[in-house]
């Protein structure tokens, strides 16, 4: 099984899902779309993984209710004593940046803000939702825990990630002043050469 498979027995080991919540909470796990997420459902409640409630709605379409079984509890179980895999990060920003040599300095200066401004977004909103939890008595048994110090631990990441976007554009900063420096100071080597270049025709016509 793949690792998006013992993602969602994660999710549901915490409680039934539909597959919508799964997808839903997933994202903070193991995104996928939900043309992964079906079909894996499938295989695993197949394999006696999972199973599922079929639940009636009026007025929408009807829903499956899944859950994991002690078959899945137990695979997952010890899938977690497995040494974790190299770490794995794919995102399309890093690839903008790698290269943002391409682009002109206004163009590299927007990439880097649009990137500060979704992570000032996400900040705000991940304060809001650890000010809930911090309202609870957790413990390192409580459902809730692992969600809790993953959650922490995007927040702090989001934020020096805000650290390296303000580096960052310090940097772009910089660039563009030094440019501007080196091009008054261009500007007038070429005027004194000009000039002296007069002064040296004057005296040869005199």
Request: glycine letters at 4%.
């Amino acid at each position: 099984m793949n690792t998006l498979g013992y993602a969602i027995l994660s999710v549901l080991s915490k409680r039934p899902s539909s597959g919508y919540e799964l997808a839903s909470c997933l994202d903070m796990l193991w995104p996928a779309k939900h043309s992964q997420i079906y079909p894996l459902l499938t295989k695993m409640e197949q394999k006696g993984l999972l199973s599922y409630e079929h639940i009636e709605q009026i007025g929408k379409p009807n829903k499956k209710i899944y859950s994991i079984t002690e078959k899945g509890r137990k695979t997952l179980e010890s899938w977690i004593h497995e040494p974790a895999s190299n770490q794995i990060i794919r995102d399309d920003f890093l690839i903008k940046v790698y290269a943002i040599w391409l682009k002109d300095e206004e163009s590299a200066k927007r990439i880097i803000e649009d990137r500060l401004n979704k992570l000032n977004e996400q900040v705000a909103l991940q304060v809001t939702e650890i000010e809930e939890i911090n309202q609870e008595q957790l413990t390192t048994t409580s459902k809730r825990f692992g969600k809790y110090i993953l959650l922490c631990r995007s927040h702090m990441l989001n934020k020096e990630e805000i650290s390296w976007c303000h580096w960052v554009l310090g940097l772009l900063k910089s660039s563009h002043i030094s440019k501007l420096l080196l091009g008054v100071f261009s500007s007038t080597m070429l005027y004194k050469i000009m000039k002296n270049l007069t002064m040296i025709v004057e005296i040869g016509e005199f």
